[in-house]
């Protein structure tokens, strides 16, 4: 059985590829943290500019920014900061960590919480499994490198933030046999309309309405075995 996650953090960031990442799934979490007093702001690699078929890059990605501001401030989030890379070709790889690492040392958390960057979203050894985005599994990877980095004053001399090492956890979204769960029972309504902002980007993906969407995605990324809905982790030391 899953064990709570620790409660002994007071700040989060939260890591995420594209604009809506977070909102399957971790979002729900959020809202539990920040109900309970903690802060969590969040970083974003991309401003998603590439996820929307027929909206040119530079419409969708003042768009998407605005999408996602608006999804936080539902959970109680309002520090929303982008690194501004590519969306679709992030590289796990020195810049992306340099970046990730000045960014972890302005925001001082002593929790960060990324995606679930395996290969696929199917359990491992399903055939044929469904493939996780490159973008995903470079960010995912780069996260847990960049804790380190942005303690190091050698690897990235060029970055102007003191260093940072305070983070104590950095937590892992886990689909499968998750190690740690948080009860997001009390805030799945909240989860819904946290990913229900992602309007212009949901309407585009199917002709069912916005809120029936987000629903069903909160009820495939929250677990329901006994009634009670929780999100999976696994946790690294800082
Ligand atoms: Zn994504």
Sequence with gaps: MPTPLPDDWQRALVVAAHPDD???????????WTAA???????????????M????????????????????????????????????????????????????????????VTGYFGPTWTPPGASPGYLNSADHRALGQSVLDAV?????EWIFPELTEDPWSGVRYIAVSELHDPPHEVDVSDAVELAVASLAEH??????????????????????????EDGRRRVGFRLYRG
């Design 37 to 51: 007093g903690k802060e969590v702001h969040y970083l974003l690699a991309t401003r998603g500019e590439a996820g």
């Design 199 to 224: 309007r212009r980007y949901l309407e585009l993906l199917s002709d069912d309405p916005v809120e029936a969407q987000a629903r069903q995605v909160v009820d495939m990324s929250t677990t329901t």
């Design 148 to 152: 380190a980095d942005a303690g190091n």
């Design 53 to 112: 078929a027929g909206v040119p890059p530079a419409e969708a990605a003042p768009l998407r920014e605005d999408e996602e501001r608006r999804s936080a401030a539902v959970v109680g989030v309002s520090e929303v900061e982008f690194l501004d890379h590519r969306d679709g070709v992030l590289v796990a790889g020195p810049e992306l960590r340099r970046d990730l690492a000045g960014a972890i040392r302005r925001h001082r958390p002593d929790l960060v």
């Design 22 to 32: 977070i909102e399957y799934g971790i979002a729900a979490a959020v809202a539990i």
